[in-house]
């Protein structure tokens, strides 16, 4: 039998421990089948909790995502793809356009918990995975442990600071990139330096097709457009997860 890990964080504006300690025990009375209930008091009136610290109320303090082989642990403050038979064919993709002959060097940036490092590693050199969400890096370093996978190098930091021509010089040059931003897409900076490392090929993936192609557009300075190919990550609604190859121009 295959265990069914459900993970449940629930997001009180008013800090009421007898309101809030009711709530979370029929929770989990009701549904049993969570095996990770947390909450966080936001006082800020708003949806982002980068910045809030989750509490465990009960049971374990990470999910366990089993990927094509691979093990992932997913803290509550990780990112991961919610829809998993999706995600497998969103990285099938992402691998095959990235054409990996166990020779480069590849740049994962914005990385998370490291689900698209620890699937390409075997194919590559080296991996180097950037991400800006602490709590999400230290679940990448411990995903690699778990898989046995010793090729990859994990960076916290903001993507814009760090992936410069000096960490570059250090860590080496890409020859591939695959890039997975928020809906925002990327920063200017972060374009401006994939355009100064210049590697063979990018592969973006992205969840907002419209900042994609205005990162694209800048990236067409020296990048081509090879293939496209969306991927229905949201069904019943109008989202689509989409796949871009670029090549870089001779010349």
């Excluded at 989750?54 to 509550?76: A, N, S």
């Excluded at 998370?112 to 995975?129: D, K, Q, R, Y």
Aim: hydrophobic share 40%; net charge negative; glycine share 6%.
């Amino acid at each position: 039998m295959i265990k069914c890990w459900i993970s449940q964080i629930v997001v009180f504006f008013f800090d009421e421990k007898e309101r809030r300690e009711g709530l979370l025990d029929f929770l989990a009375s009701e549904f049993p089948q969570i095996t990770s209930l947390y909450y966080i008091i936001n006082r800020k009136r708003n949806d982002s909790l980068t910045d809030q610290t989750p509490v465990l109320y009960k049971g374990e303090d990470h999910l366990t995502e089993v990927m094509d082989g691979l093990k992932f642990r997913i803290g509550p403050k990780s990112f991961y793809q919610t829809n998993r038979d999706q995600a497998l064919k969103l990285y099938r993709i992402a691998r095959d356009f990235a054409g990996l002959t166990g020779k480069e060097i590849v740049y994962d940036l914005y990385t998370g918990t490291g689900t698209i490092a620890n699937f390409i590693a075997p194919l590559a050199s080296e991996v180097i995975g950037i991400e800006y969400v602490e709590e999400a890096i230290r679940d990448a370093v411990k995903n690699s442990e778990m898989n046995n996978i010793s090729n990859i190098q994990f960076f916290c930091g903001d993507i814009k600071e760090i992936f410069s021509e000096q960490f570059m010089e250090v860590n080496g040059h890409p020859d591939v990139i695959i890039t997975d931003p928020p809906r925002a897409g990327m920063h200017e900076s972060v374009v401006k330096s994939i355009l100064s490392a210049a590697p063979s090929k990018i592969v973006y993936l992205s969840c907002n097709p419209s900042t994609q192609a205005r990162d694209i557009l800048i990236l067409s300075e020296k990048f081509d457009v090879i293939k496209v190919q969306p991927v229905d990550m949201f069904p019943h609604t109008h989202h689509v997860e989409n796949v871009v190859l670029l090549n870089k121009r001779n010349g």
